[in-house]
């Protein structure tokens, strides 16, 4: 069943002059048939690397819900913000959490009050819950991050909002979490004037032989994206859930189909991406994956396999 025991420790990566700090939210031990469904024992048997790190003894699946924080030429970029306290949800670990998300983020060195960019790949709740913050006194939620400008893909922010008008949500559904995550996440954000639709290929920052892009990745949700950082010679590729789980790299036809809007292009997508993804300068950064998150894909008996590591020139900080 789903965990809420944070059982991984933060991780960060150099790539050139730019930084990336995972953050951990919560991590969790979940039935593959749930979020993977075609990730059965017979398959993942065959696939004796996911263990220990990415599946557990019984191949269940091993979790992460983290931000990943980017430092770039006096920039600082959120890539999405997790579940968050306080939300009204229906799945029952992430239904009106309190933890300590925000006191960790300071301590690592990230005030809420530094970030100058705020990227959600796509609009999932638990990847747009400290958007805001409940202020207790008023019942309004806030911007967590006041400084910040959120960026929302266009394609992903109109379908969002022509199919779920928010409004009052009754009892709990997945689908009335996705009208309810606009009321809580989303609208504040745009009330308060600090959120940007953009293009799926948008530069989010810049400097010196180095950025931060988004590269489009769609099929989990109609308006996916990725986000790619170049430093010099040196790449990252933050998967957002275009991969779930190292497995998906592997056999990138498992998909999660209970939650994807079109599996079938998701699959498409994972695909395509994986001769990119196999290039030797290329640390990928998996969204949700356990720790180790990041590594390598490597080509392997005509596919591919993920090669946890530390950063494309072997220097985790």
């Not at 263990?51 to 269940?60: F, G, I, N, R, S």
Request: contains cysteine; glycine residues 8%; neutral net charge.
């Amino acid at each position: 069943g789903e965990g809420k025991k944070k059982m991984s420790t933060a991780e960060k990566w150099r790539i050139g002059k730019i930084t990336i700090q995972k953050v951990v939210e919560f991590c969790s031990v979940t039935k593959a048939a749930y979020i993977l469904p075609g990730a059965t024992k017979k398959v993942c048997e065959k696939l004796d690397w996911l263990q220990p790190h990415y599946m557990t003894d019984k191949w269940d699946l091993l979790l992460s819900v983290h931000m990943l924080v980017i430092d770039i030429g006096g920039k600082r970029i959120a890539v999405d913000t997790c579940v968050g306290n306080c939300k009204k949800r229906s799945v029952k670990a992430w239904n009106n959490r309190n933890s300590d998300f925000l006191k960790d983020l300071t301590a690592l060195g990230y005030p809420p009050d530094t970030f100058t960019h705020v990227v959600i790949t796509h609009m999932h709740d638990d990847h747009v819950g400290w958007n805001t913050t409940l202020n207790t006194a008023t019942g309004e939620w806030v911007p967590t991050f006041p400084n910040a400008r959120y960026l929302i893909v266009d394609k992903e922010y109109q379908y969002w909002r022509n199919e779920y008008e928010p409004r009052d949500a009754g009892p709990m559904t997945r689908a009335m979490d996705d009208m309810e995550l606009l009321r809580d996440s989303i609208q504040p954000i745009m009330d308060h004037c600090q959120l940007d639709l953009v293009p799926d290929t948008h530069e989010v920052a810049s400097c010196e032989g180095g950025s931060v892009h988004l590269h489009p990745t769609p099929g989990h949700t109609p308006g996916h994206v990725s986000v790619v950082v170049r430093s010099g010679s040196q790449r990252a590729f933050i998967t957002g859930d275009a991969f779930h789980n190292p497995v998906q790299v592997a056999v990138p036809s498992i998909s999660a189909t209970h939650v994807d809007f079109d599996s079938k292009q998701a699959i498409a997508t994972r695909s395509s991406l994986l001769p990119f993804l196999a290039s030797p300068d290329l640390l990928v950064i998996g969204t949700h994956f356990a720790t180790p998150s990041a590594g390598r894909v490597v080509r392997s008996g005509g596919g591919y396999i993920f090669t946890p590591c530390g950063t494309p020139c072997g220097n985790k900080l």
